[in-house]
């Protein structure tokens, strides 16, 4: 018997830590997805380097109580799978809002984005964000505008001198 009640209790001391160590996390409601689309799904999801399980929910409300996150049990009623980002904060919600758009069985409940409960809004708002990528080469068009400008001013002033001398 305490060797079932240690495995729980690790089960439990895992999911608070994932809850603790990841950007994002995102909780879902899957009922109604054939096997085929869930497995679609966690393929989706492992190329954006997302980890998704599920978790009894008994469990999952120790690990929240744990993690300080005790806004989460009211959201732990049913089916629930739990998508873990540690890298991306954006990548979770993206790909399962892009899938639940598709698949309307596939409903998102809420999550954690840095440490912080989430509402549906923030995950919405969230999941429009561009990726890391996007994000990175938006800064760098930004950065390099005054340059480019800076450049074609250059360029257009000594083509004007030089129209002149001529």
Same mark, same amino acid.
């Given at each position: 018997?305490?060797?079932?009640?240690?495995?729980?209790?690790?089960?439990?001391?895992?999911?608070?830590?994932?809850?603790?160590?990841?950007?994002?996390?995102?909780?879902?409601?899957?009922?109604?997805?054939?096997?085929?689309?869930?497995?679609?799904?966690?393929?989706?999801?492992?190329?954006?380097?997302?980890?998704?399980?599920?978790?009894?929910? @008994?469990?999952?409300?120790?690990?929240?109580?744990?993690?300080?996150?005790?806004?989460?049990?009211?959201?732990?009623?049913?089916?629930?799978?739990?998508?873990?980002?540690?890298?991306?904060?954006?990548?979770?919600?993206?790909?399962?809002?892009?899938?639940?758009?598709?698949?309307?069985?596939?409903?998102?409940?809420?999550?954690?984005?840095?440490?912080?409960?989430?509402?549906?809004?923030?995950?919405?708002?969230?999941?429009?964000?561009?990726?890391?990528?996007?994000?990175?080469?938006?800064?760098?068009?930004?950065?390099?505008?005054?340059?480019?400008?800076?450049?074609?001013? @250059?360029?257009?002033?000594?083509?004007?001198?030089?129209?002149?001398?001529?």
């Amino acid at each position: 018997m305490s060797k079932i009640i240690e495995a729980k209790k690790q089960v439990v001391s895992e999911i608070a830590e994932k809850l603790r160590d990841s950007q994002s996390t995102i909780l879902v409601d899957y009922r109604g997805l054939s096997v085929a689309e869930v497995t679609e799904l966690r393929n989706q999801l492992r190329e954006a380097g997302v980890e998704f399980k599920v978790y009894k929910n @008994t469990m999952t409300r120790r690990a929240v109580e744990e993690a300080e996150l005790t806004g989460l049990n009211d959201i732990l009623v049913g089916p629930t799978a739990i998508a873990f980002s540690k890298d991306d904060v954006v990548a979770p919600a993206k790909v399962l809002n892009n899938f639940a758009k598709e698949h309307e069985a596939l409903e998102i409940k809420g999550g954690v984005v840095e440490g912080s409960v989430a509402s549906l809004d923030q995950i919405q708002e969230l999941a429009d964000l561009p990726n890391y990528e996007g994000m990175v080469s938006m800064l760098l068009s930004v950065l390099q505008a005054p340059i480019r400008n800076f450049a074609y001013a @250059t360029k257009a002033i000594a083509e004007q001198k030089e129209e002149q001398g001529a």
